[in-house]
């Protein structure tokens, strides 16, 4: 998938994908960014893994200390450059989110949204490890993934990009149960609450899952400590 996305959708092409997202779409990027935005500190050192064109990363930057953005994606990264010219404390970097040429502890914040976490089309627990490594004690990584309740928002969206000729034509036969196909071999798939927890589970961390907008699930790991939460998002320190 990371291959697809760096040759096929980056850039210009991917940034085509968000200026043409129905209302019911921008709405949930925008709860995404919301969220993490909330998690936050001006002082913060944030790091977001597949950053793409920069799409979140001003926003990010406004509200935190110093942002790093990376992505496998060099002509994304340049188009990045080019929209985040006035942020002083943006920088960006050619990088392979798991396995970060950085030192351990570095980050209050790590942010991997917009399902990324299929998206890259890495191993996640491997995704999971680098994330806490270059987190410090007490830091956040946030994951997000796409909750079920918003299937037909986000197949509608798929299939605008296929009309637009972004991705190819969607398979219509093997695509259902929140896996997105393309007759290109475009794959999108979800993680789920449990999935999130298993992989947590096998590193030693149990995670906060949260529900936002009805149109994503996020993962909420702190560094360094214990936390989860049911569904409702209670949480529980231990």
């Known amino acids: 998938m990371t291959d697809y ?18 209302p019911r779409v921008r709405r ?44 496998t994606s060099i002509a994304s990264l340049d188009l990045a450059r080019r929209r985040l ?15 970060l040429g950085l030192a351990d502890a570095v980050f209050d914040v790590v942010v991997c949204i917009q399902n990324g976490i299929s998206a890259f089309g890495v191993d996640r627990r491997g995704l999971f490890q680098e994330s806490l490594r270059v987190t410090k004690p007490g830091g956040t990584v946030l994951f997000s993934s796409y909750s079920d309740k918003f299937w037909l928002a986000r197949l509608g969206w798929f299939e605008l990009q296929a009309e637009h000729g972004l991705i ?15 007759t290109d071999g475009f794959e999108a798939t979800t993680v789920s609450p449990e999935e999130f927890c298993a992989i947590g ?23 360094g400590r214990v936390r989860y939460a049911g569904q409702s998002g209670k949480r529980h320190q231990q």
């Open 85 to 99: 010219g006035e942020f002083a404390n943006v920088r960006l970097a050619t990088m392979d989110a798991v396995s």
């Open 28 to 71: 949930y990027l925008d709860a995404e960014i919301q969220h993490v935005l909330g998690k936050i500190r001006p002082c913060d050192t944030v790091l977001e893994l597949g950053c793409g064109y920069g799409r979140a990363l001003g926003r990010l930057a406004a509200c935190a200390g110093v942002v790093l953005g990376i992505d």
């Open 168 to 182: 190819g034509e969607i398979d219509r036969q093997r695509t259902r149960d929140g896996v997105i196909v393309c």
């Open 201 to 223: 589970s096998s590193l030693g961390v149990r995670p906060v899952i949260e529900q936002v907008d009805e149109s994503s699930i996020f993962c909420e790991i702190q560094a």
């Open 5 to 22: 996305y760096a040759d096929n959708l980056s850039a210009r092409q991917l940034e085509r994908c968000y200026a043409i997202a129905p």
